[in-house]
């Protein structure tokens, strides 16, 4: 089994005497816990007892809270480091630790359910949420106050297989390389004009950042993003169909190909040198057609590389023409949707995606395109593993 590194956070509620059950699980499978505790939770548990659970003396690493870890989990989260959370402040380890890591995290709220259905924690929660941190609990029970609510932590076993669950995801395209294509190209009319299309590079950058996650070797080419590219992978800028091209053709060797970004079918023929001046003259332009990445790539593939392409459509044979792409580009996948809908695709947060391959189709139900990425994702992590197993076989 993968050791991985987990940062556990406490903090300073009455559930923190569980975190030492929830330390000891992750211990007994064999990984490599930090404990973290708040000054609040020290004054409920001890960090000795922390230390000697994890079989680890107080570090003599000046800043063992800043090392990169797999996961982080903070067990019981309480109001008030969620708060601090969603906000970004760094005035503990535990909050310096969760503003530098990177990868998936977990928490696990617990606190009076007045506290928990106020507007204000709500809020914090939906700014984690969208950040993509998860959130376990908290449950309906008795609460240690006498009251009774939704407030109590998750437990601590409950908590622990979903840890293995994120380590799992989390390493489940490591030693993969994988190519994303996002935004929308411009193909210029002269030099300051250009023929586009209102593609925005959410999904695509959305993708890049959870295969990133899954621990995939990213390059993700952008085309004219409106959203910032996640950190840590490498971004190249492919304004143009034909800068996506030459520098897909670069990388056709990735083992997953996502092929997000709307790339334009028709260019100027001719480009102008400066820029064209007005005349009150008819300006008729010429378009030419550009040459299809996807299905170059389709054409070309010798490694069993999964392919996977997007469909933006409307009308009623949308989905008919979203099957003749699948089998004319010669593609895995194609994750297909309704642009005629206003709610999802271009430029929204949501999306509601038909993923579309030989064996049939599977409706992803809407919701931000994060999500939907990692479904995206999850399908072709299942093909190249086919193809993985196919290839041990021989
Ligand atoms: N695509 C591509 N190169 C192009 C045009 C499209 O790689 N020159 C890719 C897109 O990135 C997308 C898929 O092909 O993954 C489908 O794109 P779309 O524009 O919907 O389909 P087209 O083949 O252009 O067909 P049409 O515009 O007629 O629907």
């Known amino acids: 089994m993968h050791v991985a590194r987990i940062l556990l956070g406490v903090t300073g509620g009455i559930a923190a005497y569980k975190a030492c059950e929830l330390l000891r699980l992750l211990v007994r499978a064999g990984h490599d816990v930090i404990p973290l505790l708040t000054p609040g939770a020290e004054r409920f548990v001890r960090a000795a007892t922390f230390h000697a659970l994890a079989r680890r003396g107080p570090s003599d690493e000046p800043y063992p809270h800043l090392q990169r870890a797999d996961l982080l989990v903070v067990a019981p989260l309480t109001a ?8 970004g402040l760094a005035d503990t380890a535990l909050a310096e630790a969760a503003l530098a890591h990177a990868g998936p995290t977990l928490v696990a709220p617990a606190m009076n359910s007045r506290m928990w259905d106020h507007a204000a924690t709500q809020a914090n929660v939906s700014l984690l949420r969208e950040r993509g941190v998860e959130l376990i609990g908290p449950e309906a029970g008795e609460l240690a106050e006498g009251e009774s609510g939704v407030g109590r932590m998750a437990e601590p076993d409950a908590i622990a297989r979903r840890c293995e669950e994120l380590l799992r995801v ?4 490591q030693g993969s390389s994988v190519l994303v294509t996002a935004g929308g190209t411009r193909e210029p009319l002269d030099s300051v004009r250009f023929l586009g299309n209102r593609s925005s590079g959410r999904m695509g950058v959305e993708l890049a950042a959870e295969a990133h996650r899954r621990g995939a070797d990213v390059t993700l080419l952008a085309a004219n993003l409106e959203v910032e590219p996640p950190a840590g992978i490498a971004v190249i800028e492919t304004p143009t169909a034909a800068d996506m091209m030459r520098e897909a053709l670069a990388r056709a060797g990735a083992d997953i190909v996502l092929m997000a970004a709307a790339v334009a079918d028709y260019r100027p023929a001719a480009r102008g040198a400066g820029k064209r001046a007005k005349s009150g003259e008819r300006w008729d332009v010429e378009l030419e057609p550009t040459d299809d990445v996807l ?24 989905l008919a023409r979203a099957r003749e792409k699948l089998a004319g580009k010669r593609v895995d996948l194609i994750a ?6 206003g709610d999802i695709g271009f430029g929204a947060r949501e999306n509601e995606v038909l993923l579309v391959s030989p064996d049939g189709e599977r409706r992803l139900d809407k919701a931000p395109k994060r999500v939907i990425a990692a479904e995206i994702l999850d399908e072709a992590a299942r093909l190249l593993e086919r193809r993985d197993g196919r290839a041990h076989s021989r």
């Open 295 to 318: 299905a170059t790539l389709g054409a070309g593939r010798t490694n069993g590389q999964v392919l996977v392409g997007f469909a933006a459509e409307h009308g009623e044979d949308g």
């Open 336 to 341: 297909y949707n309704d642009i005629s809908r």
């Open 170 to 173: 989390g390493a489940s395209l």
């Open 80 to 87: 008030n480091t969620l708060a601090k959370l969603a906000h």
